[in-house]
């Protein structure tokens, strides 16, 4: 990522505590400052990975999210409020994160993403934060965030579990290595309790935080396994697959 | 020689239990233990499991430790291996 966009005096006070961050500080900042970054979708995990990558200061946010909101979204979407029910939820998500946020952008968009709009969306930012309930949305973002190089954060949960990988493409495997084709037995409904989908949301943010600022070390090329039933954290290797159509003949940018 | 198989995500709730331990008669692949496991617990496992011909199905990932096992990789499991059984979620 690039050096980023120079502080006002204003930002140093808002984002003072995490300046202390070692290995992040100002230039950090403003990498994020100077950073954008699509979420899709702000459901339970999305929705937090937006509310920390706002006030962590990303200075461009795409949301992504289509529908209004319904009453049994809020156990986990907190985003949301509960005098919004009936209204789009992209909506509710910008303006949440506005009040939260007033010196970034936040473009929010009441679409998914799908075929129509995915280069665009893609294409227009510096990372892509895959949290839709779909496997072919995530893999429609996968393909094209390879060809395009963008980093792509999955974040995904099922019940009292959540999965964790970073993608850079060219160098660790992408989601198309990892699922060949749409797993057929996937169901877009699934059990969730929101402080699981909180957590994976979180660590999601924490992953994009570190490639835009280049702190620490990311997920690449592993995949973190947390059963939050018992508290099991398990970092496991990934394989990248030589006969992966999406990225076998793509290198490092 | 024996196993112990930790059930990830839906696979657990087919399985009907986190994990297990299983004890093997001799030398034994992942795929091998993935029918083994599919014909002790039967059709809710087996259909997440195995594909239709029989085989570990493409859509689950398998680690032997903190390692992925690749897609036809035939590697022999050894006494005392921890195997995680993934299937593969999306919940966002």
Redesign the interface.
Same mark, same amino acid.
Request: net charge positive; proline share 8%; glycine share 16%.
């Given at each position: 990522m690039g050096p980023g966009q120079p502080l006002t005096d204003a930002e140093r006070e808002r984002y003072q505590w995490q300046l202390w961050v070692p290995g992040f500080g100002e230039e950090g900042q403003r990498r994020l400052k100077g950073a954008s970054v699509l979420v899709s979708r702000c459901g339970g995990v999305g929705g937090c990975v937006a509310y920390q990558l706002a006030a962590a200061g990303v200075g461009r946010l795409v949301l992504a999210h289509a529908g209004n909101l319904r009453l049994n979204d809020l156990n986990r979407q907190l985003l949301m409020t509960t005098d919004g029910v009936g209204t789009p939820r992209a909506d509710l998500a910008g303006r949440r994160l506005r009040q939260l946020n007033p010196t970034i952008e936040i473009e929010a968009i009441a679409e998914n993403v799908s075929a129509a709009n995915v280069e665009r969306l893609v294409g227009g930012v510096d990372l892509v934060a895959a949290c839709a309930p779909t496997f072919a949305e995530r893999l429609l973002m996968n393909r094209v965030a390879v060809r395009r190089g963008k980093p792509l954060v999955d974040c995904a949960m099922y019940e009292m579990q959540a999965q964790l990988t970073t993608v850079l493409p060219g160098r660790t495997p992408c989601l198309a290595c990892l699922y060949p084709a749409e797993p057929p037995h996937w169901n877009r409904e699934f059990p969730v309790l929101g402080a699981v989908s909180g957590v994976v949301g979180c660590l999601g943010a924490m992953e994009a935080i570190k490639v835009l600022a280049g702190l620490g070390e990311p997920l690449l090329g592993q995949m973190l396994l947390c059963d939050l039933g018992d508290m099991t954290f398990q970092k496991v290797s990934l394989r990248r697959r030589p006969d992966c159509p999406v990225c076998r003949d793509v290198r490092p940018s | 020689m024996r196993v112990s198989v930790r059930y990830? &995500?839906?696979l657990?709730?087919a399985a009907g239990v &986190?994990g297990e331990a299983i004890d093997l008669d001799g030398p034994c692949t992942a795929s091998d233990l993935a029918s083994d496991l599919a014909t002790r617990h039967g059709d809710a496992l087996r259909?997440?499991l195995l594909g239709a011909d029989g085989q570990l199905s !493409? %859509?689950v $990932?398998v680690?032997v430790g903190?390692?992925?096992v %690749?897609?036809g990789e035939n590697i022999s499991l050894k006494d005392g291996d921890v195997v995680?059984l $993934?299937? !593969?979620? &999306?919940? %966002?």
């Open positions: - | 990830m &995500a839906q657990r709730t &986190a259909r997440l !493409p %859509g $990932l680690f903190d390692v992925q %690749g897609q995680t $993934l299937s !593969p979620v &999306a919940g %966002g």
